[in-house]
Each structure stands twice: as C-alpha cells, then as structure tokens.
C-alpha cells in the first residue's frame, strides 16, 4: 500500500516492490498516483502466489479508509 502526497492511499499488487515504487514516484505507476507524486510505501504483504496477491488486494481495496490505516498501525512489516 502506498500513501500519496495528499494523504490517500493505493492499493495494488507486484513481483518486485522497489522497481513499482519508482515507476509510480517517476509518474509510471498508475494513472491515480501520477497526480499524487510522490508516494512512499507505507504496508507490504506477502502472498503465495499472484492469484492470491490479486484476492489480497481486492480484499484490501474493499476496506473502509480507517480498517486500512489500522492494518498498517497493527503490524509494522516492510
């Protein structure tokens, strides 16, 4: 998950998190963060596989703003 510079957050999913990062700070990422540069990583999960990173999001995406910011104050992990 990445917090933007205007304070949202955005979900998504990926094999290698440093070089995503730097596409979305280099306005590459995705056409919500382009506007919100820069961005910096804030919550990070592990899946499986990508079928499972794919259902993590969506479940993540479904979340209610404060259920979020919960999860990332429960466990630091990245």
Do not use: Q
Request: hydrophobic letters at 30%; charged letters at 35%.
């Amino acid at each position: 998950m990445l917090r933007c510079r205007d304070g949202t957050l955005y979900t998504g999913w990926t094999y290698d998190i440093e070089k995503r990062l730097k596409a979305h700070n280099d306005g590459t990422g995705s056409k919500y963060t382009r506007s919100r540069r820069p961005v910096s990583l804030c919550y990070v999960e592990e899946c499986a596989d990508k079928r499972a990173a794919l259902r993590r999001e969506c479940e993540i995406k479904k979340m209610p703003r404060h259920k979020k910011l919960l999860l990332m104050t429960a466990e630091k992990n990245f």
